[in-house]
């Protein structure tokens, strides 16, 4: 039974929330403030949270906040964000704190046990993720001969990439990446000057098909940018491609 912790202050919105996910089959823990919520993860029920559902609007510490302090004591934990308008900067703003994806209340059933569904699925290992880049949503060209391959081990200048352990080090240095975003690079980097469109990505990575959604997409780019680029507002290794989508390298 997957252990989800629901961050939601209105007690209406909360009760409803956990009712449904408990009828799908998940174990709920709530909590009402960002400070409760962190001190739930701090303890022994924290260790069993597979996946946080976090409302943005919080008294006190707010939801940014309280997914950046989560963000920096794990990689791991899928976190969807709740935000009560299609407030495109309060979205943004999100993403860039570590969310894996948002929903807007009020949201209904399917959708959120959908994405909630999709975000477990992304936390698991993701050995083989990006095989068979390039059939479909893909544009441009690009072979990316050239970079030594030993197995599941890939080296690309100083990031080496290990599909087979779903480990990256940058220089020698381990690279602590979120499943987002370790899929995000084992999807772009199967296929070295290969350009991927969003629409691509989206379906791949999150399983999603709303192409309204690609912001998805950019923060996660711009968050995986930041840990593996020397200068990530001119990257060598995860580049934007204007009008199409992103490709890795070439170098």
């Known amino acids: 039974m997957p252990q989800v912790l629901l961050i939601e202050d209105d007690t209406s919105v909360r009760d409803g929330m956990e009712l449904v996910l408990r009828r799908h089959g998940y174990g709920v823990e709530t909590a009402a403030t960002g400070e409760e919520a962190l001190a739930l993860?701090?303890?022994?029920?924290g260790a069993a949270v597979e996946l946080a559902v976090l409302d943005l609007m919080l008294p006190g510490m707010d939801g940014f906040e309280?997914?950046?302090?989560?963000?920096?004591r794990t990689a791991t934990l899928p976190i969807i964000m709740l935000t009560a308008r299609g407030d495109d900067e309060d979205i943004v703003t999100g993403l860039e704190a570590g969310a894996d994806d948002y929903v807007v209340k009020p949201v209904t059933a399917p959708v959120l046990e959908a994405r909630i569904r999709a975000a477990l699925r992304r936390a698991e290992p993701a050995a083989g993720a990006g095989v068979g880049v390039g059939a479909s949503g893909s544009a441009g060209t690009g072979a990316g001969a050239g970079r030594p391959h030993h197995g599941d081990r890939s080296e690309h200048g100083g990031l080496v990439i290990d599909r087979a352990g779903l480990t990256v080090t940058k220089h020698g240095t381990p690279v602590a990446l979120p499943p987002t975003e370790l899929r995000v690079l084992l999807e772009l980097s199967a296929a070295p000057g290969r350009v991927l469109t969003r629409e691509h990505l989206l379906a791949s990575v999150w399983d999603h098909t709303f192409l309204g959604d690609s912001r998805l997409v950019d923060a996660a780019v711009g968050r995986l940018r930041a840990k593996i680029e020397d200068v990530p507002a001119r990257p060598r290794y995860v580049q934007t491609v204007r009008g199409f989508g992103y490709r890795f390298g070439p170098l």
Not at 66 to 72: N, Q, W
Request: aromatic share 0%; glycine share 8%; hydrophobic share 40%.
């Open 66 to 72: 309280v997914c950046r302090r989560i963000r920096a």
């Open 41 to 45: 993860l701090a303890g022994e029920r």
